[in-house]
Structures are given as structure tokens and as C-alpha cells.
């Protein structure tokens, strides 16, 4: 399968904006009406509840809704709670007399069918939430637009020092959409049914603390209206990740699964030259290559018994200049290169990384001081002349672009997106959630991942991964999409095991294994 079609085939994450093009062209152009859209919300809210809190009858709700479009599938759970036997409580912040359109229509049917809604307009005429079952915050949805103030404000804080679980539905109440940024009050709820897609701001923090378990709800929207909004921003879905994985014949050899260069490693970081040479391996690349000075090859070659070493001059403990001749035949001869763990920031750095851009076809993934060589020269990314996969946190991304790291994580998408399409080159933005943007505008959030894998060497094996599925003749978009995910898997799984405070780099190494079986398993 065609990257393209791997990546079309992954669920969207879309910004308010793009939900809101979804949802108007659902509509307007193809005739499904908005009432049948909020129907189809209110009733998946109501399956999750059922299914969380059987039985239902006897139980105990209130439903706190806004004057929009989420209040209005606030009234339908309200109804089909009220119908299956739960005694609702259905409070309206502000005046019925506001409510306009579908969520009118909502509040219409509701009260007609005798349930009562109260409506909220002071904060002291705030209930008694003692002995509810489940609090149900309808309020703003994605309608948030800046810090929450007055009645809202008083809402949620209400409701979040009730001590009762809080389902929060389509977004919890405070949030943005987009950023996942919370600037004022905010629901902090127990999970979140979100509807059609994951709202990109649902994948950040701090938002993901606040969402609680993530629920996303298929209310009817059809592909074709996520083509029409041209969303471009995709999920690295666990169950789609099997397809991505590079095939191997039963005939394969070590020279045709991919051969690596790693040019990594300086007096003090041989670990890094360690590491990204064995996660190469691990990726399942047939033969690496580790290029380093040559003080550190006796303890490598103790270390890493499968990987070919090469030794380099060396100047000060690093890579000395000069070394691009001795290894012209090398880079020849790979099919990937992967430089800068470890390097260090040096003249002989520097002059390696701009003549291999300069002169190889080859895809190269970029690292680490490989790329912090480059700060204040950009020209020699977007000259390239090898198909590059830069893979920067944020510190030296924003040396790259010299923007400050409050600057990237205000919205890290946008920044990446920009940065990759000025660049011409794929981009990996390692964090929390790690972004895959792409020159032709695409963006790729990871799955997976965890707070343990914030340890010294983690992006090292990144790096080792990308470039040996990279060698498996993988296109360098699925190579980077697939190194990112597995590799944040191994993570989970180092995670499972040994707990995420006493984790270090070499056991996310060491569940790389791990990680491919379970993605092949699906």
C-alpha cells in the first residue's frame, strides 16, 4: 500500500474551524440535517453512560447545558436518560428565551414531554450535587473562546468541587479546541465523548488531563465532508499501524533490508552513537555501519557486537575536519544515514553535515547537534540535496528557527507544519504527543508514548529506528510515521514493566521487539 493510502486511511484530528467546515457542509451541501446530527450525539452520549453506569434505572443525573449547539445535545441526553429510568436534574445557564435553531428544537421537545429544566442565571442558585451518579457538562463544547468568566466560570468550578464523576461532552467546558491550552477555568472531567474526530487540542497537554478517558463518537459525518474542509491533520491509530510495517520476503539479505550509516558519538557520548547504532538494528536493517572517533571504538566494539565500526579522526574528542573523504566510500554505499547523536557542536561537525546535504542523494535522518550545527543556516536544509527527516525537540528547533520554545508549544502543529513546508522536508517535533509534519502540509499526531521516556539517550534510539525502517524501502513519510509510533510503543511497554520513574533509554531499546509483535498482531 501507498503511503497515501496509509495515510488518507488514518482517523482525522481537526481544529474547531475544520469541525465547524465538517459540520456546515454535512448540512448545507449534502442534506443531513443539524437535527439529526445532535440526535446522533446525544444518543452515543447516552450508550457510553448506559454502558458505564448500568443499570440505569434508579440512578441519579444532572445535566448542565449552554445556550448553543452543545446544550442542545445536552437536552437529547437528558431526554434518553429521563426515558431509560434515571431521575435527571437538567439545568439551563441563562434564559430558554436565547436558545436558537436545533437546540431550541431540543429544549422544546424536552420540556414537552413534561421534564422539567431549570434555569441558572446566579451563582448562588447553584444545586446540590450530593448523591448524583454522574454530572453531565453540556455547556460550550468547542465553543470556548478565550478564559471562562462570570456565571460559566462559576459553572465549572461548581461542578468541579462536587467530588461527583463528570462526563464532559464533545470538550470539556474551558478548553481550547485547538491547543489544548487551559487559560482559566476548566471542567476537569472523568472522560469526554468528542464527536466525529479528535479535536487536535484532546491530544495535547494540559488538556488531556482534563478530558479524562477519551471517547470518540461516529454521529454520521462522511468522509467526503472531511475532504471538503481539507483537513490535513491525522492520527497515528494503534489498530492502523500493522499496514505500515515494512514486508520482507522469504528470501530476503542483510543487503537489500537496508544499509545504515550512523555517524554519531564524542569523547563523553559514546552511549549516543550506542544506542541510535543498535535501534537501527532493532528496526530491522540488515547491516550497520557506526562512524565515530576513534577513542570510542574500543568500548563499542565490547558494546555493540552486531554493528561494523568505522573509526574517525578526532580533534578535542570529536570528529575532527576533514573526515568526508575517508568517508565517501561509506556513503556510497548506504542507503540511510543517520548523523548527529552525540557529535557535539565542533568545526568538524558542522563541515560533515553541510557537505553530506550538499553532495548525497540519500535519505539522512538529522539529530541532535547534527542539527544544532545548523542553527543560523538554515539555507543548508532547504538546499538539500538529500531527502532529509529532521528530528528536533523543541530547544533545538528553536535554535533551527530561531523562535522561542514558548513560541513552538503555543501551538506546536501550526509551527511544525510551517516549519516543514519552508523547509521542503519532513519534520519530527519529539514531545508529548510527538508531531510528523510533512512538506506537503500533512501533520501526523502520535498515539503513543509516555512521561517516562522524557530520559536521556530516548531520542538516540528515535533516530536509530527512523533510519532503519527508512532502509527497509520504506517511504521516508511512513518510516518516520512508523519509527515515531513504535518506538513511543516501546515505551508503553518499558512503561508496563518497570514503571515510568526508573525507566531509561536502553529499556525503551530493549522493547522494540515487543513493540513490532504487537503491531503486527494488530
Known amino acids: 500500500?501507498?503511503?497515501?493510502?496509509?495515510?488518507?486511511?488514518?482517523?482525522?484530528?481537526?481544529?474547531?474551524?475544520?469541525?465547524?467546515?465538517?459540520?456546515?457542509?454535512?448540512?448545507?451541501t449534502l442534506g443531513l440535517p443539524g437535527r439529526v446530527l445532535m440526535e446522533n450525539a446525544g444518543r452515543a452520549t447516552f450508550e457510553i453512560i448506559r454502558q458505564r453506569w448500568q443499570p440505569l434505572p434508579g440512578k441519579r443525573a444532572a445535566i448542565f447545558c449552554g445556550k448553543g449547539n452543545n446544550g442542545g445535545d445536552g437536552f437529547v441526553v437528558a431526554r434518553l436518560l429521563s426515558e431509560a429510568g434515571v431521575s435527571c436534574d437538567t439545568?439551563?445557564?441563562?434564559?430558554?428565551?436565547?436558545?436558537?435553531?436545533?437546540?431550541?428544537?431540543?429544549?422544546?421537545?424536552?420540556?414537552?414531554?413534561?421534564?422539567?429544566?431549570?434555569s441558572l442565571q446566579a451563582v448562588d442558585a447553584m444545586p446540590d450535587l450530593a448523591g448524583v451518579d454522574v454530572v453531565i457538562d453540556a455547556l460550550l463544547g468547542t465553543g470556548v473562546r478565550g478564559s471562562l468568566t462570570g456565571l460559566l466560570a462559576d459553572a465549572v468550578h461548581h461542578l468541579n468541587h462536587s467530588g461527583r464523576p463528570i462526563l464532559a461532552?464533545?470538550?470539556?467546558?474551558?478548553?481550547?479546541?485547538?491547543?489544548?491550552?487551559?487559560?482559566?477555568?476548566?471542567?476537569?472531567?472523568?472522560?469526554?465523548v468528542t464527536f466525529g474526530a479528535r479535536k487536535t487540542g484532546l491530544l495535547f497537554s494540559p488538556a488531556r488531563e482534563y478530558a479524562g478517558e477519551l471517547h470518540v463518537a461516529d454521529i454520521g459525518f462522511p468522509a467526503s465532508?472531511?475532504?471538503?474542509?481539507?483537513?490535513?491533520?491525522?492520527?497515528?491509530?494503534?489498530?492502523?499501524?500493522?499496514?505500515?510495517?515494512?514486508?520482507?520476503?522469504?528470501?530476503?539479505?542483510?543487503?537489500?533490508?537496508?544499509?545504515?550509516?550512523?555517524?554519531?558519538?564524542?569523547?563523553?557520548?559514546?552511549?549516543?552513537?550506542?544506542?541510535?547504532?543498535?535501534?537501527?538494528?532493532?528496526?530491522?536493517?540488515?547491516?550497520?555501519?557506526?562512524?565515530?572517533?576513534?577513542?570510542?571504538?574500543?568500548?563499542?566494539?565490547?558494546a555493540t557486537t552486531e554493528v561494523i565500526k568505522l573509526p574517525l579522526p578526532e580533534q578535542d574528542g570529536k570528529i575532527a575536519p576533514g573526515v568526508f573523504e575517508l568517508l565517501a566510500e561509506r556513503l556510497s554505499w548506504a542507503d540511510v544515514i543517520a548523523i548527529g547523536p552525540g557529535l557535539g557542536v565542533a568545526p568538524g561537525t558542522g563541515e560533515l553535515v553541510r557537505k553530506i546535504l550538499a553532495t548525497s542523494d540519500k535519505t539522512v535522518v538529522l539529530d541532535a547537534d547534527?542539527?544544532?550545527?545548523?542553527?543560523?543556516?538554515?539555507?543548508?536544509?532547504?538546499?538539500?540535496?538529500?531527502?532529509?527527516?529532521?528530528?528536533?525537540?523543541?530547544?533545538?528547533?528553536?535554535?533551527?528557527?530561531?523562535?522561542?520554545?514558548?513560541?513552538?508549544?503555543?501551538?506546536?502543529?501550526?509551527?511544525?507544519?510551517?516549519?516543514?513546508q519552508e523547509f521542503g522536508q519532513i519534520l519530527v517535533l519529539k514531545g508529548a504527543p510527538s508531531l510528523i509534519a510533512l512538506p506537503t502540509q500533512e501533520?501526523?499526531?502520535?498515539?503513543?508514548?509516555n512521561a517516562g521516556m522524557a530520559t536521556a539517550g530516548s531520542g538516540d534510539v528515535l533516530t536509530g529506528l527512523i533510519a532503519g525502517l527508512a532502509g527497509q524501502r520504506l517511504e521516508p513519510a511512513a518510516a518516520a510515521g512508523l519509527g515515531v509510533f513504535l518506538h513511543g510503543l516501546a515505551g508503553d511497554l518499558a512503561c508496563e514493566e518497570l514503571g515510568m520513574w526508573s525507566m531509561l533509554a536502553g529499556d525503551i531499546l530493549q522493547h522494540v521487539p515487543q513493540a513490532f509483535l504487537r503491531t503486527q498482531k494488530g
Open 1 to 28: 500500500m501507498s503511503f497515501s493510502n496509509l495515510l488518507h486511511d488514518l482517523p482525522h484530528a481537526v481544529t474547531a474551524q475544520e469541525m465547524q467546515a465538517v459540520d456546515h457542509f454535512t448540512i448545507a
Open 91 to 118: 439545568f439551563l445557564l441563562g434564559n430558554p428565551e436565547n436558545l436558537r435553531g436545533d437546540a431550541a428544537a431540543n429544549f422544546t421537545l424536552l420540556t414537552a414531554l413534561g421534564y422539567r429544566v431549570q
Open 169 to 192: 461532552v464533545d470538550l470539556p467546558t474551558g478548553m481550547n479546541t485547538d491547543t489544548g491550552a487551559v487559560d482559566g477555568p476548566c471542567i476537569r472531567a472523568t472522560l469526554t
Open 225 to 302: 465532508a472531511y475532504q471538503h474542509a481539507a483537513c490535513d491533520t491525522y492520527w497515528l491509530a494503534p489498530e492502523k499501524m500493522q499496514a505500515w510495517l515494512p514486508q520482507r520476503p522469504r528470501d530476503a539479505f542483510k543487503n537489500r533490508v537496508g544499509q545504515i550509516l550512523v555517524i554519531a558519538g564524542s569523547a563523553g557520548f559514546g552511549g549516543a552513537a550506542r544506542l541510535t547504532a543498535t535501534a537501527a538494528l532493532r528496526a530491522g536493517a540488515g547491516l550497520v555501519v557506526l562512524a565515530a572517533p576513534q577513542s570510542l571504538l574500543p568500548s563499542l566494539e565490547a
Open 370 to 420: 547534527g542539527l544544532n550545527v545548523l542553527a543560523g543556516d538554515v539555507n543548508a536544509i532547504r538546499k538539500s540535496r538529500a531527502s532529509l527527516i529532521l528530528t528536533p525537540h523543541p530547544g533545538e528547533l528553536s535554535r533551527l528557527l530561531a523562535v522561542t520554545k514558548n513560541e513552538i508549544s503555543n501551538d506546536a502543529i501550526a509551527v511544525t507544519r510551517q516549519a516543514a
Open 443 to 449: 501533520v501526523m499526531i502520535n498515539s503513543t508514548g
